[in-house]
């Protein structure tokens, strides 16, 4: 299994049955390969849309009918279209059971930072703040280190997307927690040794009492 | 994620003290067999959110004859002559705002914002007691936003997932209210199975709803 | 002609073309009826539509379209439904090129009184401290007096609906134009005498160098 | 009231140094043809508000390619690099707003209201400078209503009262800023008779729109 397979199928673990979901773009667009059987969640696409389905076969592309990302994509049976101040409202009033988002950054307080990287690189922020600040849980979903780089801080440099509001942060090496206490590593991969995933964090992880193998 | 209950259940929802709001505008877009379900049930010190008292003999003016309200907040009691003798006796308080600032409470109390900064009353009697903003040299007062336990509507067509199609002037608060409540119950006219709506006619996206009941 | 018929037939040569007008209930519905060829104007009414039409035979009645009065209405090619919150976007939003409204009270600066007499009548302002506040034209319709009482003032001392905003005063006597300096009569219903007009009227009334017969 | 005019006459009503806003999501529902003309017509020192600045070859994005736009108000410039090379050369002002609180700025500019109080922003760098306030203990940020002197929509079938339907994901933002500016002009990918859309499939009501041009 490469390492974004294994991200996305256990994301696919967290959502429970008739779950809206948002997905970001980027590696959380694999998870819903991998929903268990007798879960069915609801994808919302912040331009305007819930029930968003898969890719559309080459010869059915409709451009007038894209995700968040500007990919094609097709709805499902139960669908629904609306304004961006409607999509905004589900995010914002709390009615997002879910966001898998990707991070520059990730913190012990469960602050993230994914939309800048001032004199280098500024994208803007698009919906990462309001999906940040408004659902109910926030699933951080990235390769636990970039290029090297460490990516799990004690706290974020750089420019904040929301303070304090991740839930769990899911990468190859494990699952961590974001509690009161700091981020807790409730599974690992068993291709590493809980060590070998600290030594790659900045932030202190408390092993739980009960960790289990995330595969 | 089964979403379809008996009105046994739905009335079980509602318990005393809650505060609840209702669909509809003089009794158009009322989800009735709900209320009179509430009216047999005999739940007690309710406050109702609502655009108006209806009549006597209708709708959400029914509990407000029953005396299972204790508090009202709506825009217009003109059309029921008991909210009037009530309020006068000391036995419902209730509650008088302008109808478009009614309508964005309760879209902001769904929408997670604060809440209204609207000139509508200035100058007024409504606006006794509130903040005054001045912005860019203008005077707005500050509404807050608007929530409620439950959240009762009336809808024309709703699928199997809660998708709602309103007709004609039944849609006015109940939209807007399916966004701002812990708990949605639809009274259904017509059930129709999951797909029967084209996604561009659903008025409220299926996540809104927790519960269908047939009218 | 009788009088209600006097004032809306003035009232009718208000519009312009395409002009958007919300009518309040009362007199104000009888308006449509005398509007001149030429002249189309789209009604909205606040409980969710535009486009309203006559009233709708005997064996048409549909009490799903109805107007803010719950009267049965009909609506006309290129009307459209929405929510409350769209439609006092509309009327909050200067997006009404006119509405025209009844009073208990008027007085020479503009200010309205129509929703409430303290200790006696509570009926509630329903829409129209929004329709006084965000439609750019307020006509206030009325008799000249309340079975001899006299209603423009030259302040009112009911509790307001809405501070200055009153454009113009039509009654069966004549029409009064509100202006910084005061109201000024533009024209008179040949049936009575300026002075007779004024011996009803509170508030002082200013001649205009170019008043007219308004019939 | 004839709204539909040609394209020559759309594009003389945008002035040098207006502000226009521009729907659109990563160029999925963008007036493309009234973009392209404005090119063609040269005119400058724009403000844009809209979703994003699109890629480098396609809808808003060319217009800051071509250098027309002094300043751009958008929620993600990622997909054009252009973007960020003229901010780093100091020839375009950016500012980056979080895309629900953008929607609601526009809505609010449309609807009469003040502002936004939204939590979305709060302890991040969109919060310098601005107004917090606490509302029952929770804090907002005060973002204040956008309004623009030119609106550019697109719309998939259009009637000839200016009523708009939006196709699957196009609907975005155009129907927020359909209410937001001084005059809104929709490029309609289909003009259809008055009458020929169903009431309840009207997203835009006509009375927002000014004009109407063909694709």
Chains 1, 3 share one sequence.
Not at chain 1, 121 to 150: F, Q, R
Not at chain 2, 42 to 65: E, Y
Not at chain 2, 86 to 98: Q, S
Not at chain 2, 121 to 148: C, Q, S
């Amino acid at each position: 299994m490469d390492v974004k397979e294994i991200i996305a199928r256990r994301v696919a673990k967290e959502f429970s049955d008739g779950d809206v979901v948002n997905l970001g773009i980027g590696l959380p667009t694999l998870v819903p390969n991998y929903i268990p059987e007798g879960v069915e969640i609801i994808l919302h696409s912040e331009n305007g849309f819930t029930g968003m389905g898969p890719a559309p076969s080459e010869d059915n592309i409709d451009m007038e009918l894209v995700n968040a990302g500007g990919i094609p994509v097709t709805v499902i049976p139960g669908a629904s279209f609306f304004d961006s101040a409607m999509s905004f409202a589900i995010i914002r009033g709390g009615h997002l059971d879910a966001t898998v988002l990707g991070a520059l950054q990730v913190d012990e307080e469960g602050n993230l930072a994914n939309w800048m990287i001032p004199g280098k690189l500024v994208p803007g922020m698009g919906g990462a703040m309001d999906l940040v600040g408004g659902a109910k849980k926030v699933i951080v979903a990235m390769t636990h280190t970039a290029k090297g780089e460490i990516k799990i801080l004690k706290r974020c440099n750089l420019p904040l997307t929301g303070a304090k509001k991740v839930s769990k942060i899911i990468t190859e090496m494990g699952v961590m927690e974001v509690t009161p206490k700091g981020l807790v590593l409730t599974e690992y991969n068993p291709e590493y040794t809980v060590e070998q995933i600290q030594e790659v964090t900045d932030a202190k992880l408390i092993v739980s009492d009960d960790l289990k193998p995330m595969i | 994620m089964k979403k379809i209950i008996t009105m046994e259940e739905a009335v079980s929802h509602i318990k005393d003290g809650m505060t609840i709001m209702i669909g509809g505008f003089l009794a158009c877009g009322t989800p009735h067999k709900i209320v009179d379900a509430l009216i047999e049930s005999g739940v007690k010190d309710l406050t109702i959110i609502a655009n108006d008292t209806s009549f006597v003999d209708r709708g959400i003016g029914k509990l407000v004859v029953s005396g299972q309200a204790k508090r009202v907040i709506v825009s217009h009691i003109g059309t029921n002559k008991e909210t009037g003798r009530l309020m006068n006796e000391g036995k419902l308080e209730v509650e008088l705002v302008p109808q478009g600032t009614l309508a964005e409470q309760v879209r902001s109390g769904g929408a997670g914002l604060g809440g209204v900064l609207t000139p509508i009353g200035v100058g007024t009697p409504v606006a006794e007691g509130k903040d005054h903003l001045i912005i860019d040299g203008k005077t707005y007062l500050l509404e807050k936003a608007l929530r409620a336990d439950v959240a009762l509507i009336y809808g024309s067509k709703v699928d199997e997932k809660g998708n709602v199609y309103y007709n004609e002037a039944t849609r006015n608060f109940n939209p807007l209210m399916a966004m701002a409540a812990d708990a949605v119950i639809v009274e259904a006219q017509e059930i129709v199975k999951t797909g029967a709506l084209d996604p561009h006619m659903v008025h409220t996206p299926g996540l809104f709803i927790k519960y269908v009941v047939k009218a």
